[in-house]
């Protein structure tokens, strides 16, 4: 809560008793995160794959997207 008020300069008080929380949660669902090599861990476990796009995969981005319908 304190890195809350202090990026919005807001005190505790104003945070706890005059913002709806539910307000306060979908600020921080939109936060911009990021994570470094060491959070993300061994790629080889990882669930994500990424594509380095180039004209000859296009379609095999297009194949993956369509798994997400």
């Not at 911009?32 to 990882?46: F, L, M, R, V």
Request: proline content about 1%.
């Amino acid at each position: 809560m304190g890195q809350i008020c202090h990026h919005f300069g807001w005190t505790l008080d104003y945070l706890l008793w005059e913002i709806d929380w539910r307000i306060v949660q979908r600020m921080l669902i939109d936060a911009p995160k990021y994570e470094s090599k060491d959070e993300k861990g061994n790629d080889q476990n990882s669930n994500t794959k990424s594509v380095k796009m180039n004209e000859q995969n296009s379609e095999d981005l297009i194949a993956q997207l369509q798994q997400y319908k």
